[in-house]
C-alpha cells in the first residue's frame, strides 16, 4: 500500500545562541572527560534524571523511524544481583579460556577481571535490547545501526547530567534475556551501569589515549 508522504514545517530546530565552532568545542570538551568506569558510587540517581537520558537516547534516528529499541532500567536489588551472577559466570568463562590470547593481552593494560561488584554498586542498571520486529510483528531496518546510535546518545546524555556509566558486553547475553523475561523478538545489546564515580575512582591510564584527529580523520 502506497501513502503519500506528508511533510510539515521545522519549527523545532535548535539554535546554540553561539557560533557553531564554540557550541560543538564545549560539547566535544564535555564528552572528552567521559569514562568508562568500574568503581561507581551506590549514592541514589533519582528516576526522572534516568527517564530524562533515556528520552535523550530515544530520539535518535532509527531505519524508517521502526526506533527498534528496548531499554529496561534496573533498581531492584534482586534483579542486580541476579545480573551480576549471570554476568560473572559468563565472565569466569571468557577469562578461563573462551577469549584468545591476543585478546587476553589487549585487555591486561586495564586491568578487568570476571568481578563485577559494580554491577550491584551501580544504582541503576539499563539494559538495551534490539527488537527484532516491531508492533505487531512489523519488520524493522538496520537494527544494529539505530541501536548503537541510541546508545551513543545515552552515553552523552547521562555525560551531560554528571553521571557516569560503563558499556559493559558479558559475552553471551543470553541471560540477560532470561533475568528480565524479555520476549524472544528482543536480544541483549548492551548493559550500561549508571551512576556517579565512586569518591575514590580510578581508571587505568591505557584509557586516557586517544588517537590524534589526523589519525582518524581524513577531509577531501
Known amino acids: 500500500m502506497n501513502r503519500k508522504p506528508l511533510f510539515v514545517p521545522h519549527s523545532d530546530r535548535f539554535d546554540p545562541g553561539r557560533p557553531p565552532e564554540a557550541a ?15 568503581h561507581f558510587s551506590d549514592r541514589p540517581v533519582a528516576r526522572e534524571t534516568v527517564e530524562w537520558i533515556l528520552r535523550a537516547a530515544m530520539t535518535a534516528p532509527s531505519g524508517a523511524n521502526k526506533q527498534p529499541w528496548r531499554f529496561v532500567a534496573v533498581s531492584d536489588p534482586a534483579t542486580k544481583r541476579a545480573i551480576r551472577e549471570g554476568a560473572e559466570a559468563e565472565e569466569r568463562a571468557f577469562y578461563a579460556g ?3 590470547e591476543r585478546w587476553l593481552a589487549d585487555l591486561e593494560p586495564f586491568g578487568t577481571d570476571a568481578n563485577k561488584e559494580f554491577l550491584e554498586v551501580a544504582p541503576w542498571l539499563i539494559v538495551v535490547f534490539k527488537r527484532l520486529e516491531g508492533d505487531d510483528g512489523d519488520a524493522v531496518y538496520y537494527v544494529n545501526e539505530s541501536v548503537g546510535i541510541a546508545c551513543g546518545m545515552l552515553l552523552a546524555a547521562a555525560q551531560m547530567a554528571g553521571l557516569a556509566t560503563l558499556t559493559h558486553t558479558p559475552n553471551p547475553m543470553k541471560f540477560l534475556s532470561e533475568v528480565l523475561g524479555r520476549p524472544k523478538s528482543e536480544r541483549p545489546f548492551l548493559l550500561i551501569p549508571l551512576g556517579y564515580a565512586a569518591e575514590d575512582c580510578m581508571v587505568p591510564a591505557a584509557a586516557l ?10 577531509f577531501r
Open 24 to 38: 560543538a568545542r564545549d560539547f566535544a570538551q564535555i564528552l572528552a572527560k567521559r569514562r568508562s568506569i568500574r
Open 209 to 218: 589515549e586517544r588517537r590524534p584527529l589526523r589519525e582518524a580523520v581524513e
Open 98 to 100: 573462551r577469549a584468545g
